[in-house]
């Protein structure tokens, strides 16, 4: 049991480890635009990656992180040293990556030093190829993503400076898309209401219980941007440029729900992974304990309110210049998918997401905006964090195992 512990509170520390790494990711933009002081931004940061707690509740990340390995080679006291190595591999690559200021993704380091650890012991069959493959791809996917969308924002928002008729057009078909696609979220099956008989109306039946509060979340946003951008054209300069620094407080607020979310997770499919390998009768892997989660998002919004300052220079200056037009843009795109992934169930990097949407709103002003020699650095470092992490894992288990077996 004692070893089970150890593994549990090693997985907090990653988790905090992970929030101070990953700061920059949900602060970086609204520090560089000065909207929040540094200070004020991490403990805005940390309150919402918290919140990230009471809003996703499926947990379908956290079991794909538990299934990278397959079952049968997590289970016993060497399935316990499995979790273990990878644990070290990820914390020792999150704090060299720290240390020298270079936003590589803990979920990544996370993935590839368990799949590491798990080859290391049972070759390559004991990995679950689906998992990996999903997430090395959005490696690649998940920034042109974040791209794409912080383009179309950025846009969008351009659009709505032109004084005519087409840019209120376009916030009114905003707001009935989001109108037809929250009536589409909110419909549930009758049977999921079945004896929940103490809320007085069908409405508040389905807004207590729906899983949907991620989405509930997205299309508040879009229609607080849309009622903006239709009497944007009417501001002047320093106006509006006043009101996306209000804005910018919302979109932050949204992609540190999405951080907090979409990387506590894996520290949960790590926790569970060793609860079952533990004690697989008492413990299931598609059952995830109630403390988890709970303990999970504390370490890391606790590990976000420390900071990660070296980052934060990176993220928010060396890319590409931000405003708090294009910050808010960054930062709405970088939440839209981070929640569209959660609900996929695959795990993507925050750093990615980010990263590629703010080079998306930098490339909406030219392509040579975006420092694309910083950008490819950044691409060096995180294709080589999976296999660096597997084969740094895969040494630890070897060491581990000679002296704990």
């Not at 070759?123 to 974040?146: E, Q």
């Not at 729906?210 to 239709?230: D, E, S």
């Not at 926790?271 to 370490?299: F, G, K, Q, T």
């Not at 939440?335 to 925050?350: G, M, R, W, Y």
């Amino acid at each position: 049991m004692s070893f089970v512990l150890s593994i549990i509170v090693l997985a907090l520390i990653f988790d905090f480890i992970n929030g101070f790494h990953d700061a920059a990711n949900s602060i970086a933009t609204i520090v560089s635009t000065k909207v929040l002081t540094p200070f004020q931004a991490v403990i805005w940061a940390a309150v919402f990656n918290f919140a990230a707690f009471f809003i996703f509740k499926d947990h379908g990340v956290a079991n794909t992180v538990a299934k990278t390995v397959k079952p049968e080679y997590v289970t016993g006291h060497t399935g316990l040293i499995v979790v273990l190595a990878g644990l070290i591999a990820a914390i020792i690559w999150n704090l060299l990556t720290w240390w020298f200021g270079i936003p590589s993704s803990s979920s990544h380091t996370l993935i590839g030093g368990f799949a590491g650890a798990g080859v290391a012991f049972g070759g390559w069959g004991a990995i679950n190829s689906d998992p990996i493959i999903k997430t090395a791809s959005f490696i690649v996917v998940a920034p042109l993503v974040g791209m794409f969308i912080a383009f179309i924002i950025s846009l969008w928002f351009l659009l709505s400076f032109r004084k005519d008729y087409l840019p209120r057009l376009v916030s009114i078909l905003v707001i009935l898309f989001v109108v037809w696609f929250l009536y589409d979220q909110l419909i549930l099956d009758p049977k999921e209401l079945e004896g929940k008989t103490h809320y007085k109306t069908y409405f508040w039946q389905v807004f207590f219980y729906t899983k949907n509060f991620k989405w509930i979340l997205l299309c508040f946003i879009l229609v607080v941007f849309a009622v903006f951008t239709f009497w944007l054209n009417t501001l002047n300069a320093h106006k509006s440029n006043l009101w996306f620094k209000r804005l910018q407080l919302i979109s932050s607020a949204a992609f540190s729900i999405g951080h907090g979310g979409n990387d506590a997770q894996k520290v949960m499919g790590i926790i569970m992974a060793a609860l079952v390998a533990s004690d697989p009768a008492r413990y299931n892997i598609n059952h995830m304990e109630w403390w988890v989660p709970l303990a999970c998002y504390s370490a890391i919004a606790m590990g976000t309110m420390s900071g990660g300052w070296k980052i934060v220079k990176t993220m928010g200056t060396r890319i590409t210049k931000v405003t708090p037009f294009e910050g808010v843009a960054a930062e709405t795109a970088g939440a839209i998918t981070l929640f569209v992934t959660e609900a996929l169930k695959i795990p993507v990097s925050t750093t990615h997401t980010i990263t590629g949407a703010i080079m998306g709103v930098g490339a909406t002003k030219r392509l040579s905006a975006v420092r694309w020699g910083v950008t490819l650095n950044l691409l060096w470092a995180w294709i080589l964090t999976i296999p660096i992490s597997a084969v740094l894992a895969a040494g630890i288990f070897y060491i581990l195992h000679f002296f704990l077996t």
